[in-house]
């Protein structure tokens, strides 16, 4: 069953505490967008076309180094979005974005978002936990980079991966994807991912498919509080 706007909308973290009237002038504004696995959503330094809602699929926003070297900022997910700050503050988008799988998004454009924010106060309101909500996300993302070692990065990643799954965790894309948004070697994501398997942490499945065997220690090795792996 194709999703439409509300259907991406309400699952939609950013828009969680938006009230009901301006909810619908949100669903009203956006439009369904369909990306194939591999395709470009956009560049950056281009224009940016709006905020985009993750419906199905993932999303990779990345930056490029002047060596050509790409880093992965953030891997988007259903019911989370990307490109927000953009939008909102109404400059350049400051990283690309790819498909990394199919992908059905919803886009609210620009200009029309920016007018529906500065006409309507509730919607700003709700809007601003959200917000709140994402820089405390990237603080703690800021931290696994700083203070945890591979195996607390891969165990704060995987846990915070079935906070918003169902049964099995897929891991997003390529390894590599995941290895660069954790700051990691391929080999060392490989390496970590097998110590976790053999110390029955977790089980890997076919499809990337991963489960999380002992979500205990898992929390503990996140913490830096478990026997090295």
């Known amino acids: 069953m194709a999703l439409n706007v ?10 969680s505490s938006v009230p009901a ?3 619908q002038k949100l669903a009203a504004l956006a439009a369904v967008r369909n990306f194939r696995k591999g395709q470009l959503v956009f560049r950056e330094n281009d224009p940016c076309p709006g905020v985009y809602v993750v419906g199905a699929g993932a999303v990779r926003v990345f930056k490029t180094g002047p060596g ?8 988007v997910g259903p019911g989370e979005t990307f490109a927000e700050v953009a939008a909102i503050g109404g400059f350049a988008l400051p990283a690309s974005a790819e498909a ?3 992908t059905t998004a919803a886009l609210l454009p620009t200009e029309g978002f920016r007018r529906l924010l500065h006409g309507d106060t509730e919607l700003a309101q709700g809007m601003l936990l959200g917000l709140t909500l994402w820089v405390r996300h990237l ?6 980079i700083v203070l945890r070692d591979a195996a607390g990065r891969l165990a704060r990643f995987l846990l915070d991966a079935q906070s918003n799954a169902q049964g099995l965790i897929k891991l997003p894309g390529l390894k590599r994807h995941v290895a660069s948004h954790l700051n990691l070697t391929g080999e060392t994501l490989s390496r970590t991912l097998r110590r976790m398997i053999d ?4 089980a890997e499945h076919k499809n990337r498919g991963v489960e999380l065997l002992n979500v205990k220690a898992l929390r ?8 090295r792996l």
């Open 100 to 102: 990394v799988s199919k």
């Open 139 to 144: 603080v703690s993302l800021m931290e696994d």
């Open 199 to 202: 110390a029955e942490l977790i």
């Open 21 to 23: 009237g301006s909810f």
């Open 220 to 227: 503990r090795v996140a913490e830096g509080n478990y026997p």
């Open 6 to 15: 509300v259907d991406i909308l309400h699952g939609c973290k950013l828009f």
């Open 68 to 75: 050509g070297k790409e880093h992965i900022l953030h891997i």
